[in-house]
């Protein structure tokens, strides 16, 4: 199961935070997906298939501070488990359009992945980071990350988000070793 974490709803959509969300959007437009929502969930859910293999993709619709819900909701529904869990989310500690894939660890600090490890009582799952950078002054985090881009972070986020939906399809087929290879050894030019 592959979730992008974000913030349902116009006022969110194009900010930093919704990195997640587009690069589900890219896939669901790539695997010809179309989103539902089932009566009393919490999730916006699409299946596609990629090589021969099922693909769940999942939009939770709790805000980011309350992803963990709709993750463990989106899960009990799939039947799937946390070995097979990718969520994609944003980071401040990489600059704007790197990557970083990692098969499990710790939030960073970042608020959606805390409520979903809290949510599905682990840490082990994978994770693709999107970097969005760090605000130019200490304090304006939520600002930051909850406003659109700047016209040239724009572009290296749009780039960005192609290569995390290139990323998801090769993890797919190739595994986590493999993706791991790939994609945390490459940064884009600025």
Not at 34 to 57: D, N, R, V
Not at 138 to 148: A, D, F, I, Q, Y
Request: aromatic share 6%; charged share 25%.
């Amino acid at each position: 199961m592959v979730v992008g974490l974000g913030n349902p709803g116009e006022r969110y959509a194009g900010t930093r935070h919704n990195v997640g969300f587009m690069v589900v959007d890219a896939l669901a437009s790539r695997l010809g997906v179309h989103f539902k929502k089932k009566l009393f969930h919490s999730y916006l859910f699409g299946k596609g298939l990629h090589a021969g293999i099922p693909l769940y993709l999942v939009k939770p619709l709790t805000y980011m501070n309350d992803s963990g819900r709709a993750v463990r909701e989106a899960m009990r529904e799939t039947g799937g488990d946390a070995s097979q869990l990718l969520v994609i989310c944003d980071s401040l500690d990489l600059s704007p359009g790197n990557l970083r894939f990692k098969p499990k660890g710790s939030s960073a600090g970042q608020k959606g992945l805390e409520s979903v490890i809290r949510a599905i009582g682990t840490q082990d799952f994978m994770r693709l980071w999107i970097g969005i950078g760090r605000p130019d002054r200490k304090g304006k985090v939520v600002g930051h990350v909850l406003s659109p881009p700047s016209r040239v972070e724009e572009d290296l986020l749009s780039a960005a988000v192609e290569r995390a939906a290139q990323a998801v399809l090769l993890l797919v087929v190739e595994g986590p070793t493999r993706l791991m290879n790939e994609v945390n050894r490459k940064e884009p030019r600025s």
